[in-house]
């Protein structure tokens, strides 16, 4: 285009190169906005109107209620994931004739529980714990009671520890068995 209206114009001196700098740049912005007429605009910033007080209160509220609901989205969590533990780790108690009946101590009343006398010695040394599981008493390791008891200290049972006699006390050379059956 050595020939081009510009080319000719500037030669005879009528304009600069300045002038068809200027025009240039003029032909890429209208180019530009012809290629971005078709998309959205940006709205200018509005500020919003000052909330009315009950705008204030239904957002209160509909936080309060966000709060309840994730409350128990958790609890429902929580509850899923200790019956997975109890399920996957709990100690299976198959029912024999020879089981003997454990005693223990759930929300100030007494449960019972049908154990061999292995399993029964092993609940009165530590070794297993007792866990409910909707109402259902089963056993399980002390690491997996120590998980449970993390996410939800009232379902495993603590099992009275013993206790040291008082120097005063006038019965304290007769211990009392711990299979004595009431």
Do not use: C
Request: positive net charge; hydrophobic residues 35%.
């Amino acid at each position: 285009m050595g020939n081009s209206l510009q080319d000719q114009l500037l030669k005879a001196g009528l304009i600069d190169q300045k002038k068809i700098d200027e025009a240039e740049k003029q032909k890429r912005r209208q180019a530009a906005e012809k290629k971005n007429a078709g998309k959205k605009k940006k709205a200018p910033r509005v500020e919003r109107p000052q909330p009315t007080p009950e705008q204030l209160e239904k957002a209160a509220r509909d936080r309060e209620l966000e709060q309840q609901r994730a409350e128990v989205r958790r609890q429902r969590e929580v509850a899923a994931q200790v019956r997975q533990l109890v399920r996957d780790n709990r100690i299976p108690r198959p029912e024999r004739d020879d089981d003997i009946a454990f005693h223990f101590d759930n929300k100030g009343k007494v449960k019972r529980l049908m154990v061999s006398a292995d399993v029964h010695s092993k609940i009165s040394a530590g070794q297993l714990k007792i866990v409910n599981d909707n109402g259902v008493f089963e056993l399980v390791k002390p690491a997996v009671a120590d998980k449970i008891r993390a996410r939800n200290p009232s379902l495993v049972i603590d099992l009275p520890e013993e206790q040291k006699a008082d120097a005063d006390d006038p019965y304290a050379d007769f211990k009392v068995p711990d299979d004595l059956m009431w």
